[in-house]
């Protein structure tokens, strides 16, 4: 089982990316899936998660309007909007996928398997 993020970079503040997170090896429809994050210095936080189908998302407040998570089960892919991004929301950003009962938890402990982790990078 590999997870495969993509889509980081450099931005300018009030910019927009797209991350993608691609899994492989086996099918995921049925778990739920979610991005975290981990700033500089700081502790991996939770930036938002979905439900199996699609239907229910959870974002995190920091993020809230800002940030969409969306998936595509056809493809086995995660995807993470990110758009009037500000300097804070640098980071490495981990795509997470996690059982049949995780749906939107937003705790790193219901998470099974991890992507390496993509840099974005913010610039006032």
């Known amino acids: 089982v590999q997870l495969q993020a993509s889509g980081g970079g450099l931005v300018q503040a009030g910019g927009s990316l797209r991350l993608s997170c691609a899994a492989s090896g086996r099918s995921f429809s049925s778990y739920g899936m979610a991005w975290f994050r981990q700033p500089p210095g700081q502790e991996r936080e939770f930036v938002a998660a979905?439900?199996?189908?699609?239907?229910?998302?959870h974002v995190a407040d920091s993020v809230k309007g800002r940030f969409t998570i969306s998936r595509d089960n056809a493809k086995n892919t995660v995807y993470l909007q990110m758009n009037s991004l500000k300097p804070e929301d640098a980071a490495v950003y981990y795509c997470?996928?996690?059982?049949?009962?995780?749906?939107?938890?937003?705790?790193?402990?219901?998470?099974?398997?991890w992507g390496q982790g993509t840099q974005v990078t913010v610039s006032s």
């Open positions: 997470a996928v996690g059982n049949v009962i995780t749906s939107t938890r937003t705790d790193q402990s219901a998470y099974v398997y």
């Open positions: 979905i439900n199996p189908r699609g239907a229910r998302t």
